[in-house]
């Protein structure tokens, strides 16, 4: 397997996790400071801000989403190549998660529902955090039991 | 503290106490009981592969499975080099009935089987060679 650089052309559907973990780690922080912040104008800028990122990375994948570049272009060049790759669809599946909270959140700032807020923040910021720290991906735990469920549904 | 601060402090403590918790169960081999679940049996019609005469290894993987790769090779190894063990891989996606009958949860899950193919232990997540070894000597 040739080396990954940050000019060459990768495949699409797997991903260096260590840009997960600093997406993860740029996702906790910010998730940290909307809660903080909380419920300023402020914080409802951020999290629309923190949406748009999660929106991205839902739909064209965390390689390509705005903490997947920055990881590109200004970490990846001090680090060797990646030792394994991830496939990057249970990732994106996270990211749609984190999307749905992130909505949610924007939701209760707006409208006033501020217990509403803290707690999609919350949830949230848990997520980012555990992948973050210990890899956790929350779209990987999720996996098998989407498949059951689905299996289920077409009355496999 | 504000509140904001409060809750900011709470949902970091939750986030690392699921997190250790998640650190020690991860890999950890546990003895299965039937009052558990009732003994499970997987035959050798099951796993499309003849069960080993002292025990067998299964992995329940899937396509996206970060640390599926990893467990095969220690599973794979310790197959290879302890007569009497079968070690087999099977994929979740394509395999929902053992899924559902095995209560599968997550990826990699790993069960080890006896001699009459019946669940005695189970782990999920990248299992130690040191800790699967010990299980299967319990089984003797």
């Known amino acids: 397997m040739t080396s990954l650089t940050a000019t060459e052309v990768r495949p699409v559907s797997v991903v260096d996790p260590r840009g997960l973990r600093v997406a993860a780690t740029i996702t906790t922080i910010v998730l940290a400071v909307v809660l ?17 990122v999660f929106l991205i990375g839902a739909t064209k994948g965390p390689a390509v989403s705005p903490y997947g570049i920055l990881f590109r272009r200004f970490v990846r060049p001090r680090l060797g190549p990646p030792t394994h790759t991830e496939d990057q669809r249970p990732p994106q599946f996270a990211q749609a998660v984190g999307l749905v909270f992130a909505v949610v959140g924007l939701i209760g700032l707006l409208t006033g529902a501020a217990i509403v807020a803290d707690v999609a923040v919350s949830f949230a910021l848990i997520a980012a955090l555990l992948n973050a720290s210990i890899g956790f ?4 735990e999720m996996y098998v039991l989407l498949t059951r469920a689905r299996a289920r549904a077409t009355g496999a | 503290m504000s509140v904001q601060a409060g809750i900011l402090v709470a949902a970091l403590a939750v986030g690392l106490a699921v997190a250790l918790w998640r650190r020690r169960r991860d890999g950890r081999v546990r003895e299965v009981t039937s009052s558990d679940t009732g003994a499970r049996v997987m035959t050798a019609t099951d796993l499309g592969t003849e069960l080993g005469d002292r025990a067998t290894l299964v992995q329940f993987s899937t396509e996206v499975c970060a640390v599926c790769p990893a467990t095969r090779r220690i599973l794979g190894s ?6 009497g063990i079968v070690f087999t891989e099977i994929k979740a996606e394509s ?12 990826s990699p899950t790993i069960l080890i089987l006896d001699t009459h193919g019946v669940e005695r232990h189970r782990a999920s997540g990248l299992v130690k060679d040191q800790d699967v070894r010990s299980a299967l000597e319990a089984l003797d």
């Open chain 1, 36 to 52: 903080l912040l909380s419920p300023h104008a402020v914080a409802a800028v951020l999290l629309a801000a923190q949406a748009i």
């Open chain 1, 137 to 140: 991906c929350l779209g990987c």
């Open chain 2, 78 to 83: 310790i197959a290879a080099d302890t007569p």
């Open chain 2, 95 to 106: 395999a929902i009935d053992l899924v559902r009958r095995f209560d599968v949860r997550r």
